[in-house]
């Protein structure tokens, strides 16, 4: 999701080979935030989403030259962050069926089962449950044309609505 | 006999494995954990814990996470991985773990609160 020149908010691309970006990008959306609400559990929850949804992207590439893109998007009741790759495609099934589990039920109860059976495997693939339970965000999935963009939404407190428009 | 591990310093991370006066061990965590494989370091440090204090029959373990401002998943899969070899021992043989952490840094409330979950009794947690 692009922005526009009078919206709220920030974007960043860089290549996958720069792995050290995505803390980078995470202590400035951490910072942005933080500057923005005044309140640093959700600056939190935001830096941490953009930080595992980044690395999901950066590791699931389909080549270290395609492009990955983070945009975090203000809006008057809530904030978008959106994190888009050229990924593999032989990651994209595993991807949605992956996305049809982890957004199931209780977040925190499914979060403690992916940590359960993390152990069963190489990988950690905790970052959707994680995003969910400790971001507190919804998820979306989208893809088109090789391009997959996964979207975590955090929708804002009434005292926070129009904070920063 | 002391449990002997040498500190973990790394450019942003830095693990302090420290003998107290108590009898016990301190794991102290600083920094963040982000990189791209965090187990390759966090792997055989917990693994050096885990049959050092087995060993030398170490009565308790500290976890202090209060100055760690971010771990990410793959560091968290370590963590839980190292946490639940406790539930592969024998009771006799368990050493309890406590693992402290800072009510302000948002990612230990949830994460840390779900291992213990998972943990089913063999750790305990402090907030600070």
Known sequence: MALTTTDIGASITF?????????????????????????????????????????????????????????????????????????DPSHLDVLREEFDVVCQGDPMEMYINKMSASLESDKSQLGLARIRAEGEAELKLSTENGIVSVQAIFHLPDDLKGAVN | MPI???????????????????????????????????????????DKVHSQVLEQRVPKVEADFTEL????????????????????LGEDKRYPIKIVYSRKITWQQTSLKAITHLSKGAVITEPR
């Open chain 2, 4 to 46: 002997d591990i040498e500190p973990l310093n790394l450019e942003k991370t830095t693990i302090q494995v420290l003998n107290e006066s108590d009898g016990g061990v301190l794991l102290k965590f600083v920094g963040t954990i982000d990189h791209l494989n965090p187990s390759e370091f966090l792997d055989p440090l917990f």
């Open chain 1, 15 to 87: 290549s996958p080979q720069w792995w050290h970006l995505i803390s980078s990008t995470r202590i400035f959306m951490a910072s942005f935030c933080g500057q923005s609400f005044g309140d640093s559990d959700l600056s939190d929850r935001i830096a941490m989403c953009a930080h595992e949804l980044l690395e999901n992207a950066v590791k699931y590439s389909v080549t270290q030259d395609s492009p990955v893109n983070c945009t975090m998007h203000i809006q008057h009741d809530r904030v978008l962050v959106t994190v888009e790759n050229h990924a």
């Open chain 2, 69 to 88: 401002n971010f771990l990410n998943s793959s560091g968290i899969k370590s963590l839980l991985k190292w946490i639940m070899r406790q539930l592969d």
